[in-house]
């Protein structure tokens, strides 16, 4: 689904949960992660994305699974997510200014249901038969282009909240008689 196998991708299909019992396989920078794995596999489009960032991590040759931590799993989809800037040529694309500037939504926490009220609202075109990686991810890309008056909408914010005119997390009045 969001390109981490969480079944039939180990190499010695052992028996149990998947990961349970495992040390990370991968060598982070030359380094042997020691963290517990999860139930994510190291699959081969997960490689792939890996060796285009040029990042420094492998797996260990002599493990005989491809289970990865929670850890190195939330860094690979961090580094996934992560845009280019608009006319950047280099390979990198973000800036650690950037990053400050527009920090990244993990659409991906949201339900499907409210993937798929989203694009309706917004009325976005997509194949049909999109899972909800692939949703998430359609999304996030117009998400990434709706333009924001950080000033105004943070003024307007502590108005409405100074003024007691937001009220989501209070029941409504009308059952009181």
Excluded: W
Excluded at 69 to 78: A, E, L, P, Y
Excluded at 81 to 98: A, F, Q, T, V
Excluded at 111 to 137: C, D, I, M, S, W
């Amino acid at each position: 689904m969001n390109g981490f196998s969480t079944e039939e991708d180990s190499r010695d299909g052992g028996a149990g949960a998947p990961g349970f019992g495992h040390i990370c396989c991968l060598v982070d920078d030359g380094e042997r992660c020691n963290r517990p794995a999860g139930n994510a596999s190291f699959s081969k489009r997960i490689q792939k994305s890996i060796s285009q960032k040029k990042l420094k991590l492998e797996t260990d040759k002599n493990v005989r699974h491809l289970y990865i931590c929670d850890f190195h799993k939330g860094f690979i989809q961090s580094v996934r997510n992560k845009r280019k800037r608009k006319g950047s040529d280099d390979d990198g694309g973000d800036s650690p200014d950037h990053d400050a500037e527009s920090p990244e939504v993990d659409l991906f926490q949201l339900q499907v249901n409210t993937l798929r009220r989203y694009k309706r609202h917004f009325k976005l075109q997509t194949r049909p038969g999109l899972n909800k990686a692939q949703l998430a991810e359609t999304i996030s890309r117009h998400f990434r282009t709706i333009p924001v008056n950080e000033k105004e909408t943070l003024a307007y914010f502590i108005y409405m909240v100074k003024n007691d005119k937001i009220r989501h997390d209070q029941k409504p009045d009308s059952s009181i008689h």
